[in-house]
């Protein structure tokens, strides 16, 4: 049985659909909603909470330690999609959960090796037990090829090689962002959290043709200094 947020990637819904077992959808970040669905169900049934950190669409993070908290109490496990994350939060650049301590917490992380990292790939993280029996059950996995040694060679370096300097460098460029696209007119919609603290998707309000404009390789000396007026 999967609970699964209603915001929740595309991806992790077909994964879901895919699996064929029974679902219920729990309102955003609805911790009620949530918990009744979770009263519902016999303790003993397999069940898994399946969410993300950081939404992409919304631009709002999940309340990861209250979501760990039902899942103990109702004996469910924890599914937890830090794709939006990984690369940006954490002091290894594990994501949200690591950022808040909770990072053993979480029976399942995944992840990506795209996005913020700049190559690609994927990744779970858990117990043994649990990343065996999808190895050997996760059809999507065993019916496919490995990616390719270049690829993992830029993954492993990335990731190994990078120590920390990546996000501890791209984090506050993303903070930084918010104002240059202030400076260029742009209006940017602060997360329903802190601000732009936690924001690894930014929402933008502003005509297509514009942010085109902005975004525009031939544009790339306007924004050079319209960022250097950006306050350090």
Not at 81 to 89: I, K, Q, S, W, Y
Not at 154 to 165: K, L, N, Q, R
Request: glycine share 10%; proline share 4%.
């Amino acid at each position: 049985m999967f609970l699964s947020d209603a915001q929740n990637h595309a991806s992790m819904i077909e994964g879901i659909r895919a699996a064929g077992c029974d679902k219920r959808i729990f309102r955003h970040n609805d911790l009620g909603h949530l918990e009744d669905l979770l009263k519902a169900l016999r303790r003993e049934r397999c069940k898994v909470i399946a969410f993300e950190s950081a939404y992409s669409m919304e631009g709002d993070i999940a309340p990861i330690a209250r979501i760990v908290e039902l899942a103990r109490a109702y004996g469910a496990l924890t599914y937890l999609d830090e794709v939006h994350a990984v690369g940006m939060h954490g002091p290894t650049g594990a994501g949200i959960a690591e950022a808040e301590g909770l990072g053993k917490a979480i029976n399942i992380v995944q992840g990506t090796l795209a996005k913020a990292f700049g190559v690609i790939g994927g990744y779970i993280a858990a117990s043994a037990p649990i990343v065996n029996a999808i190895r050997s059950h996760g059809g999507g996995f065993i019916f496919t090829t490995a990616i390719p040694p270049a690829v993992a060679a830029g993954d492993y370096a990335h990731w190994h090689e990078a120590d920390g300097a990546v996000w501890t460098v791209a984090r506050p460029a993303a903070q930084d962002l918010p104002q240059l696209l202030d400076a260029y007119g742009v209006t940017v919609i602060p997360d329903r959290i802190d601000g732009f603290t936690h924001n690894t998707a930014l929402h933008v309000v502003t005509p297509s043709a514009r942010l085109a404009a902005i975004l525009d390789m031939d544009d790339l000396d306007g924004a050079e200094a319209a960022l250097a007026r950006v306050p350090r």
